[in-house]
């Protein structure tokens, strides 16, 4: 683990639809039957069933269809001609691809969510796990103090990423400086932050602390048990 990693955690440690013509729609060329124009009026015309406008419904069936990253630039690109792109549940849609699936970019992920105005904790926690998925550990722990330095709280969500990349990285130090960090937020009974703990200490080989958490568990599951 480098060093940086180590000290940046330290220093935490520290302290109009009308507009949106079917000419316009029609410029995703997107190889799926279901995104013809006609599909759009449907979505509007069956509105209201749920809580998105008509403009997001559209957006959101394109989501479904979405499976390469060229996909993706399409549908950024519209999000920004119609002045959604500070919608953080759709442009949320756009980092989850990116960080998440195996075609994604974390470089797009990164362009995107630097563009947000004010990112959610979910968007935080979102490009944290994208850098672990894709191991760049330097990243991962600095968007974690961005987060905190930014008024967001790490939750279960965080703290379960964090703990999974330094079970890979072998820090004893380090883990029990994040083991420290779920007391203190009062994530020590979540299930699946006590259950990453667990596999941490294990994966750094420090058997007896891990046996010593799982007798502490009143009804084990089948996850602790494993």
């Known amino acids: 683990m480098s060093s940086n990693c180590l000290n ?29 124009i006609s599909s759009f009026s449907s979505i509007i015309t069956a509105y209201p069933n749920g809580n998105h406008t008509p403009k997001e419904q559209v957006f959101l069936s394109l989501f479904k269809n979405c499976s390469t990253m060229k996909h993706v630039n399409q549908i950024h690109a519209h999000l920004v001609h119609t002045g959604l792109d500070q919608n953080l549940y759709l442009i949320g849609k756009i980092i989850v691809f990116c960080a998440v699936s195996v075609h994604g970019s974390m470089d797009y992920a990164v362009s995107v969510f630097e563009s947000i105005g004010n990112p ?42 964090l703990l999974k990349v330094n079970g890979q990285l072998g820090s004893v130090m380090l883990g029990k400086q994040l ?24 994966m750094l080989k420090d058997i007896e602390t891990a046996c010593q958490l799982f007798e502490e568990i009143p009804k084990p599951d089948l996850v602790a048990w494993n």
């Open 8 to 36: 940046i955690l330290k220093s935490h440690l520290k302290v109009s639809l009308c507009s949106f013509t079917k000419a316009k729609l029609s410029l995703l060329p997107f190889p799926h039957p279901k995104l013809r």
């Open 120 to 161: 959610d904790g979910f968007l935080w926690n979102t490009m944290i796990r994208g850098f672990v998925r894709t191991s760049e550990v330097d990243k991962v722990f600095h968007y974690y103090k961005r987060m905190q330095e930014k008024g967001k709280l790490a939750d279960n969500f965080t703290f379960s990423f």
């Open 179 to 202: 083991h420290c960090c779920t007391l203190k937020h009062g994530l020590e009974t979540h299930v699946f932050v006590r259950n990453t703990i667990i596999h941490m200490y294990g």
